[in-house]
C-alpha cells in the first residue's frame, strides 16, 4: 500500500478539505480525490485523464521525462538484450524473472495452446475476404467465450489462469490466421518445435506447396517487437481493458475491447500511420520539402513515427528497435525498395536537424517497427494485430491484477455537463 503520511488542502471558497497523499515507490505523489465529492460536493476535471491515476499497479512504470520504461522494475533495453519475450510474458504475469525450469516449463505450457478450436475456422470464413485483420481479430478473439467455457468465471483463480494462458498462446494463430485469409491463402497451423517468434512467422509465410525455413535474424526482430510492445502502463487500450474488466466481464470479452481500442490510429495504428506517411513522401528527393512542412508552425502537418506524448526525451524502445532494423534492412536490402528508401533518409536528415533535435522529435518505436515489418513483407494492414498480439500480455497481467484488487469497484466516470437544464416536455402539436 502506498504511503499515506503526507496530506493536500484543497480551498473552496470558504471551505478547507484535508485529502491523503500517496506517495509511490517511484514517480509522483498522488492526491487521494476519493471522498472530495462526498465531502465537498464537487468532481475534478480531467479530459483524457492525463493526471489521474485510476488504479495503483505494480506491472509497468513510465517516466517519460528520463526515457525510462520499466518492467517489475526491470529496464526494457536491458531485456530486449538479455531476454525474450516469452521470459517477459512471465514476468509481467508474475512478478519476477523466472529459474530455467520454470521458464522451459512456462513455454511449453504456451506451446501446448497455440491451436485453436477447429470449428473456430468455420468462423474467420463469416468474414469478406476484404475485412481488415483488425475486425477479423475483435470478432474472433470475443468470440472464444463461445468455444472455451472453462476459462470464463472471473472468480475461479484456476479459470483466470486458464484464459490467461489461452490468450498468449493462440493470439498469433489468431493473428496469422486474419493475414492468411485475407490474402486468400490456406491457414497454417502453428508448430510446437518452433519458438514463439518463428512460430508466428511460419504460420504468416508459409504455404503448403513448399518449404519455409525462418530466418534466424527476422525471428529476432520479431520477438523484439513483441518484447518492446508488451506493455505500456495505463494507455487507452490497456484503461479500455480495465474498465471492461470492472463490470465483471469475461476476460475474452475484455480483451477484445482493448484490441477495438487499439485499432485507432492514435493509439495501435501509429506504425501503420508512419509508413502511409512514408508512402506519401514516396521518392527521397521530396524528403526535405516534408520536413519544412512539419517545421511551419502555420502548417498542421507532422511527421508520423517522430516524438512520443509520453516520452519527453526518447522512446527508451526505439533505440533497441532501430538496432534490429539496420539488421533486417542489412539482411533483406533495401536497394529496390524506395519507402525503406526514404525511412532511412528520412531518419538521417531528421537527426541532423537541430530543430528536431531541440524539440525532442526522435524517431520512435512506431517508426522502427513499422520499417521492420515492412521488409518482413507485411501490409500496414497487418501493423496493429502485430501490436495487439504483442501487447495481450499486457493487457492480461493488468487485467489479472485488478482482479485481485480487494478496491476493485466498477469504473464510473464523472463529467462537466453543459447541455439544457430541466425543461417540461412540449406536445407534439404545440411545438
Known sequence: ??????????????NSYELPVHSPSVGP?????????GQAGVFTYDPGFTSTAACDSTITFIDGDKGELLHRGYPIDQLAAKSHYLEVCYLLLYGELPSAPTLEKFEALITNHTMIHEQMHM?????????HPMATMVGVVGAMSAFYHDSTDINDEHQREVASIRLIAKMPTIAAMAYKYSIGQPFVYPRNDLDYASNFLHMCFSVPAEEYNVNPVLARAMDR???LHADHEQNASTSTVRLASSSGANPFACIAAGIACLWGPAHGGANQACLEMLK?????????????RAKDKNDSYRLMGFGHRVYKNFDPRATVLKQSADEVLDLLGVEN??????????????LADPYFADKKLFPNVDFYSGIILEAMGFPTSMFTPIFAMSRTVGWVS?????????????GRPRQLYLGETMRDYVDIEDR
Not at 468462423?123 to 475485412?131: L, N, T, Y
Not at 521530396?286 to 520536413?291: D, N, S
Not at 524506395?338 to 531528421?350: D, G, S, Y
Not at 493488468?398 to 466498477?410: G, N, S
Request: proline share 4%; no cysteine; charged share 30%.
Open 1 to 14: 500500500m502506498a504511503d499515506t503520511a503526507k496530506t493536500a488542502t484543497l480551498k473552496i471558497g470558504d
Open 29 to 37: 505523489d498522488v492526491v487521494d480525490i476519493r471522498k472530495l465529492y
Open 123 to 131: 468462423f474467420f470464413r463469416g468474414f469478406r475476404r476484404d475485412a
Open 225 to 227: 517487437i513483441f518484447t
Open 280 to 292: 506519401e513522401i514516396g521518392t527521397v528527393d521530396r524528403i526535405p520539402e516534408f520536413i519544412a
Open 337 to 350: 525498395n524506395p519507402i525503406l528508401q526514404v525511412a532511412k533518409e528520412l531518419e538521417r536528415q531528421a
Open 398 to 410: 493488468q487485467w489479472k491484477e485488478q482482479l485481485a484488487d480487494p478496491q476493485l469497484k466498477i
